[in-house]
């Protein structure tokens, strides 16, 4: 009987949470731009007390993780080992701790890997699950998910996060990504966009589900996502795909001329190598050297053109240029597959400015052995509205809002 009550209990729970979140506006959540680190970053609220997390934004991490040591929660429970959904979160064995009970130190829990993609480094800890909500009151454009599943971090394993953050969004294809249980408690669409600021001043949006009203007005291109045959995750087992984001690029102009690049760069081989991968982790886009090479050297010579000077590198960028010679700089072109379908880099998408005096061009050389060809990177992103449409397969982008008047924070 207390069983069948619990049940009918639960299940109003949730008829409640579904009608709010389908009455207002899609789940938004606002994302801020770390100036130091140039990492984005978003703010969510767990558990009993709902606390205030700042979470970094990573495309290609699997789930959310973040230091439970200070965290306290009465609605806070451990996934126990063998359960359903240590099976859907595919948990790596069974841990358990030694000392004092407290989050992130419990018995029989299902074995979750976070990885601190700045350390380089992967941990062991467990899987649990607790409330989340979009935003302090639980109101506003931003849902609410019962029993949402994470990873505890130890607060000695967040090296390299923006200062103030204490874990990272995860928001791969996984079953266990952010997006994918915000949706199926609220049924909406699979789909998810980010648009990051390109200041620290600005506020962008993460929003899940379909657009609500905020594209309306929005020039967006699309091009098919694409799956990696071969895991891109520091661990996995043989035949288990990435969860990582790769769209096709097929090559790249600068200023309208298609550089020579060898095609096989372009395509992911069986071994998982090549192609065009997107990623947050990476804050400036990086080329394999044999791209980056005849890349560097079209824009330097289109910037001449222009009337721009060069100047002395300034490391890691190989190609900068006398600030005050630039009022406009060469157009990059990611082309993709289909009539007129290309994402295009410009302005401050395409330069990043070192200081008064000098800009340099806003690429990376990615080495002669990438995993990727292309790792497209946060700065390339700033300012564009990207939609990733899971239900589809799609990535609708719009390149630079700025050229259409708007810009993240307006959305
Ligand atoms: C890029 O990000 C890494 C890691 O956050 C940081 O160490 C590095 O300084 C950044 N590079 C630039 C040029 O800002
Ligand atoms: C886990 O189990 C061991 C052995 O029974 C016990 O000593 C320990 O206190 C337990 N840890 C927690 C966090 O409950
Ligand atoms: C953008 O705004 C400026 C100033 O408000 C205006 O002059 C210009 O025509 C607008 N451009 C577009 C594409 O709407």
């Known amino acids: 009987m207390a069983s069948f009550l619990n049940y009918i209990v639960v299940f109003f729970f949730f008829a409640i949470l579904v009608a709010s979140t389908s009455a207002q506006n899609v789940p ?76 992130g130190c419990t018995n029989d829990t299902c074995g979750a890997t976070p990885y601190n993609p700045f350390m380089n480094l992967l941990f062991a800890q467990g899987f649990n699950e607790d409330s989340f909500y979009g935003s302090k009151d639980g109101a506003g454009p931003a849902a609410v998910v019962p029993r949402f599943l994470f990873s505890c971090m130890d607060k000695d394993s967040l090296e390299g996060l923006a200062s103030g953050a204490t874990g990272m969004l995860g928001l791969s294809r996984s079953e266990i990504s952010f997006h994918k249980q915000l949706v199926g408690v609220s049924k ?22 379909g657009g609500g009203g905020v594209y309306n007005n929005i020039l967006l291109k699309s091009t098919p996502l694409i799956v990696n045959p071969v895991s891109t995750y520091p661990i996995y087992s043989e035949g288990d795909a990435s969860e990582e984001y790769f769209i096709g690029v097929e090559s790249i102009r600068v200023a309208g001329e298609t550089i020579s690049v060898k ?11 090549g192609g065009t991968k997107i990623s947050t982790v990476q804050n400036f886009t990086a080329l394999h050297n044999s ?50 379908v290309y994402w ?13 005096k000098t800009s340099c061009l806003a690429f990376v050389d990615g080495g002669s052995n990438p995993r990727s060809s292309i790792v497209i990177g946060g700065h390339q992103m700033e300012e564009n509205l990207l939609e990733f449409d899971l239900l589809n397969s799609q990535l609708r982008f719009s390149s630079s809002l700025l050229v259409q008047n708007k810009s993240c924070s307006s959305l």
């Not at 789930?63 to 359903?84: E, H, K, V």
């Not at 909406?188 to 899940?208: D, E, M, R, W, Y």
Request: proline share 8%; aromatic share 10%; glycine share 8%.
């Open 188 to 209: 909406l669409p699979h789909k998810f966009s980010i648009c990051f600021p390109s200041s620290s001043s600005g506020i962008g949006k993460l929003l899940v589900g």
């Open 344 to 356: 295009s880099i410009g302005g401050a998408n395409s330069m990043v400015e070192i200081d008064r």
């Open 263 to 273: 095609e096989s760069h372009f395509t992911i081989d069986k071994k998982g190598d």
């Open 291 to 340: 791209i980056y090479k005849p890349f560097a050297r079209a824009f330097v010579k289109a910037a001449a053109d222009l009337g721009i000077k060069s100047v002395a590198a300034v490391p890691p960028f190989r190609a900068c240029f006398r600030s005050d010679t630039i009022t406009r700089s060469p157009e990059i072109d990611l082309v993709f597959p289909g009539k007129d």
């Open 28 to 103: 938004t959540l606002p994302i801020r731009k770390d100036p130091k680190t140039r990492q984005f970053y978003t703010t969510i609220h767990m558990g009993s007390n709902r606390a205030a997390i700042n979470t970094v934004i990573d495309l290609g991490g699997p789930f959310l993780w973040f230091s439970c040591n200070d965290y306290s929660s009465t609605t806070y429970a451990p996934i126990p080992c063998g359960s359903r959904k240590c099976q859907l979160a595919k948990g790596s064995g069974c841990v358990g701790c030694n000392l004092p009970k407290r989050p």
